[in-house]
């Protein structure tokens, strides 16, 4: 399977015909699940475009949506009073995002691994001639790169361990970064006293922590959301997430 398929143009099955092949699937009929793959690969692409511009190549995304299709043709009940499609999207979003939130494995496209090596190169060639970390402008200026695409590289190849853990430095301010939260650290937001916490919070602030952290939204997208640049995110971030801090520990 390659994203290739996206172009073609597939002939739309009839409801009858999609039950049929979904049956035939289920009973072991290797033909008719790759019929059904094929018949569905734009339905597959149209969920890999939400996810486009988060440091991964188009065809990887692809190619994880298609297994998200196929388990959705293994589990589909033909008892369900629904449109295969109408399940399969779920599946399919649901497996990019397991993809996407992985510990420890995120796939980061060629690109930005490349630019990540530079990037840290150069922060170690700086912090023996000056004995500190460069800031982000430091860093654009002398790889002569812009601020935005060094801090996109450092964000996509972290993997903090805590959610305040010092990813990277901006301007010799620490910023911390809870984009890499795993699933099963999901509970921390249920937390009664961080919900209060929230609460608390001003209606940007809340929308900046709803964006980023509810709708798993990187700092360049929240930025475009609020028409400011990505650095000022960073910033605006960092400064809620240590009110945040403060009202937490008066609880």
């Known amino acids: 399977m390659s994203g290739n398929g996206k172009i073609k143009d597939e002939q739309t099955l009839a409801p009858e015909q999609v039950r049929e092949l979904i049956e035939r699937s289920q009973a072991g009929d ?16 149209s969920v890999v475009q939400r996810f486009l511009n988060r440091g991964y190549e188009a065809d990887d995304l692809f190619q994880i949506g298609c297994i998200g299709l196929i388990k959705s043709i293994d589990k589909f009940d033909l008892s369900y009073d629904v449109k295969f499609s109408t399940y399969a999207v779920p599946m399919i979003i649901g497996e990019i995002q397991r993809f996407i939130r992985d510990d420890g494995s995120i796939k980061v496209s060629r690109s930005l691994k490349e630019l990540n090596h530079k990037i840290r190169s150069k922060m170690e060639e700086f912090s023996k001639d000056h004995g500190r970390s460069p800031s982000i402008v430091e860093l654009s200026d002398a790889l002569d790169i812009p601020k935005e ?10 993997s903090p361990h805590s959610i305040h853990e010092t990813v990277f430095e901006n301007e010799g301010d620490p910023i911390t970064l809870m984009d890499q939260i795993a699933e099963k650290d999901s ?7 961080l919900k209060e916490a929230i609460r608390q919070l001003d209606s940007r602030e809340r929308l900046i922590i709803y964006l980023r952290y509810f709708k798993d939204q990187t700092q360049s997208e929240v930025a475009k959301r609020l028409n400011i640049s990505q650095v000022q995110v960073s910033r605006l971030e960092k400064n809620i997430l240590e009110h945040m801090g403060h009202l937490l520990n008066k609880q």
Do not use: C, G, P, Y
């Open 30 to 45: 290797e033909a008719a699940r790759d019929e059904l793959v094929q018949k569905n690969t734009r339905l597959v692409w």
């Open 149 to 158: 695409d060094i801090i996109m590289a450092l964000e996509a190849n972290q």
């Open 187 to 193: 509970s921390w937001f249920d937390h009664i006293a």
